[in-house]
T-cell receptor, first 112, second 113 residues
Framework: GENVEQHPSTLSVQEGDSAVIKCTYS??????FPWYKQELGKGPQLIID?????GEKKDQRIAVTLNKTAKHFSLHITETQPEDSAVYFCAASVHTGNQFYFGTGTSLTVIP | NAGVTQTPKFQVLKTGQSMTLQCAQD?????MSWYRQDPGMGLRLIHY???????DQGEVPNGYNVSRSTTEDFPLRLLSAAPSQTSVYFC????????????FGPGTRLLVL
């Protein structure tokens, strides 16, 4: 099955700086890569996703990049704000299936 | 539109007891899933369903049963609770449209003594 690895496990940045979280996957059949934000006591919430036919996607301060050859994808958050503090999860899935494989999460702290 | 709802929010069980975690969605999604979340291990898929009457096992299915009699509901049953099943459980439903967005419920925190 698919194996998704996520780094770092914890990340602290100053407010206004950028944060980058990286994930790798093992199954070349995976073609859908969502990112989730989980606040304390809540369920994960989808914040951005990318498909394998696209190399980069951006939504305001959040961007995701995908390198299919190297089997890795990254989340970039620019101009970080305290409300960005949360746990972020990456995931990988095959388009025709409903099985999502998650990374182990990154706890992001934005220091005011 | 409530999205994905889960009950109860918190439950304490004794070893050997059984219980059902409820999950419902009002988005008419065909795909639904159950995950457990443990510290340092991310979310692991327990069971999933691609439609009413169809279920399948995920990564960690042992000790759990599911059924899907309607599109809206996807209950998870613990047959004989064990301390290793202490975890936070999340139900999710997935859009089968182009977006494939997956929506999670608020979770059920389970403690097995």
């Amino acid at each position: 099955g698919e194996n998704v690895e996520q780094h770092p496990s914890t990340l602290s940045v100053q407010e206004g700086d950028s944060a980058v979280i990286k994930c790798t996957y093992s199954d070349s059949a995976s073609n859908y890569f969502p990112w989730y934000k989980q606040e304390l006591g809540k369920g994960p919430q989808l914040i951005i996703d990318i498909r394998s036919n696209v190399g980069e996607k951006k939504d305001q301060r959040i961007a995701v990049t995908l390198n299919k050859t190297a089997k890795h994808f990254s989340l970039h958050i620019t101009e970080t704000q305290p409300e960005d503090s949360a746990v972020y999860f990456c995931a990988a899935s095959v388009h025709t299936g409903n099985q999502f494989y998650f990374g182990t999460g990154t706890s992001l702290t934005v220091i005011p | 539109n409530a999205g994905v709802t889960q009950t109860p929010k918190f439950q304490v069980l004794k070893t050997g007891q059984s219980m059902t975690l409820q999950c419902a969605q009002d988005m008419n999604h065909e795909y639904m899933s159950w995950y457990r979340q443990d510290p340092g291990m991310g979310l692991r898929l327990i069971h999933y369903s691609v439609g009413a009457g169809i279920t399948d096992q995920g990564e960690v299915p042992n000790g759990y049963n599911v059924s899907r009699s309607t599109t809206e509901d996807f209950p998870l049953r613990l047959l004989s609770a064990a301390p290793s099943q202490t975890s936070v459980y999340f139900c999710a439903s997935t859009s089968t449209s182009v977006s494939r967005a997956q929506y999670f419920g608020p979770g059920t925190r389970l403690l097995v003594l």
